[in-house]
């Protein structure tokens, strides 16, 4: 399972440069969450804590100002 998680990482623009053992330290350290329709992984003002990659469905900027 910890294959499949280093490959979608390792397709992410996000870590794009990102050495092997670096990449593969990360993966080793990530938790896979998965959430609800509707749910929020994190709110505005939120401390940085983590990061999160989206594998699978879309998500929503709540904050965007709408004309």
Request: net charge negative; charged share 30%; no cysteine.
């Amino acid at each position: 399972e910890s294959m499949r998680w280093l490959n979608v990482a390792r397709r992410a623009a996000l870590f794009d440069g990102m050495a092997e053992p670096d990449l593969v330290n990360m993966v080793r350290a990530a938790r896979v969450t998965t959430a609800d329709d509707g749910a929020y992984f994190f709110m505005q003002g939120d401390p940085a804590e983590r990061t999160f990659l989206l594998v699978d469905g879309k998500a929503r900027d709540d904050n965007i100002d709408r004309i």
